[in-house]
């Protein structure tokens, strides 16, 4: 028996203004649901972050649907949970549930245990860092019963493990069940497999299926994992997907026009336009010639960037690079300047979002809900 375990799809995610960047989330998606039917998996996991606002377009929803009827009709059932992109803050029921009730999916995030095929499959939605302590007496609930379950057992949730991001980290993997044969994780965008001696199986972040605002512009991999619990323990194969290029440079100044031509070059190869960035760096700059030379990636680049990197007074240069996670960066920042952990994690990760995306009375609401927390 194998099943795909797919996360972070993002739905509706328009990065840039650009069309094409919503349809490379959508392409991305469908090759997912390609794979999973090409290899007859016995169902799907979808582990939160289904779409990227809680509002999502009709294009956005349909592609969901039309998704989930292609499984249905190749006999293939799914299983999801809500991630903090699904879930509005004013209390208007997520999208998602519309698959449920129309039972094109099931929905599982509410830590009840559902049995398919023999496997004991079971989840919760993105719980906040505050509201962690009351879900742990859940876990112990839902841990007695798997370890009554004979078969296989496997849990999805949209959290961060401590152990994998420190910062993202919502909970340890000592607070997980202990008795699940898989972990079908979500939340963290970067791929990650870790098997802990005190947890039953693996622990798996296939990471999200296309390149996020919040990830920047790198050269890395997206894909998904098929899962085989043939037998007693949990194989798992990563499915890399064919996404949109993306190159970050460090270039000189002074060999500018050499460095562009290079990347030219490079970008021949590529099938798709890339989204390219350039780091600057080197003395007496001129942002005239950088602009002139830039240009020339115009015709073959999709998305490009640059920006100068600052140079030390003593004559060395400081490169002012992106974070290897934007995110990470972020909550160490807010951290440092509110002097909490807990309130940076509700400002980066709650807050924030909702600010962005001008949803001015949902954030009102959360900032209402934290203070009725913080008094008790």
């Keep these: 028996m194998i099943f795909s375990h797919i996360s972070d799809t993002h739905l509706g995610l328009t990065q840039y203004g650009l069309e094409e960047r919503e349809d490379d989330v959508y392409s991305a998606f469908n090759q997912s649901i390609d794979h999973s039917i090409k290899n007859h998996v016995d169902f ?28 249905k009709q190749n006999s293939i059932e799914s299983f999801f949970v809500l991630g903090e992109h699904d879930i509005s803050r004013i209390r208007s029921s997520p999208i998602p549930y519309v698959y ?35 879900f742990l007496a859940k876990f112990s609930e839902l841990d007695k019963v798997a370890a009554q379950h004979s078969g296989h057992k496997i849990l999805i949730m949209h959290q961060g493990l401590s152990e994998v991001n420190q910062f993202a980290g919502e909970l340890a993997s000592t607070d997980l069940p202990k008795n699940f044969t898989y972990y079908a994780m979500g939340h963290l965008h970067d791929k990650h497999l870790k098997q802990f001696s005190h947890l039953g199986g693996p622990v798996a972040y296939p990471g999200s299926i296309e390149m996020t605002t919040s990830e920047g512009i790198k050269e890395t991999q997206k894909g998904f994992y098929i899962v085989d619990i043939s037998t007693k323990d949990a194989k798992t194969d990563w499915i890399k997907l064919d996404t949109r290029p993306q190159l970050s440079e460090k270039v000189e100044f002074e060999s500018l026009s050499e460095s562009v031509g290079k990347i030219l070059e490079k970008i021949a190869t590529f099938a798709k336009k890339p989204i390219v960035e350039l780091k600057i760096h080197g003395k007496d700059i001129e942002s005239e010639i950088i602009q002139t030379q830039i240009a ?15 140079q030390e007074e003593s004559g060395g240069s400081i490169l002012l690079e992106r974070p290897s996670s934007i995110d990470d960066e972020l909550f160490r920042l807010a951290s440092n300047y509110l002097g909490s952990n807990e309130k ?33």
């Design 44 to 71: 799907v996991i979808f582990a939160g972050d289904i779409f990227h606002v809680p509002n999502p377009s009709g294009t956005a929803i349909l592609q969901m649907a039309n998704a989930l009827k292609r499984l």
């Design 100 to 134: 449920h009730n129309l039972e094109f999916s099931r929905y599982v995030g509410q830590g009840r245990p559902h049995i398919h095929k023999g496997v004991l499959i079971a989840g919760f939605d993105k719980i906040r860092r505050g509201e962690m302590p009351q």
């Design 296 to 310: 020339r990636l115009a015709p073959h680049a999709l998305h490009y960037t640059w920006k100068i990197m600052q």
């Design 344 to 376: 940076a994690t509700f400002a980066i990760q709650e807050l924030l979002p909702l600010l962005s995306a001008n949803k001015i009375k949902e954030a009102e609401q959360a900032i209402l809900e934290e203070f009725v927390r913080f008094k008790k």
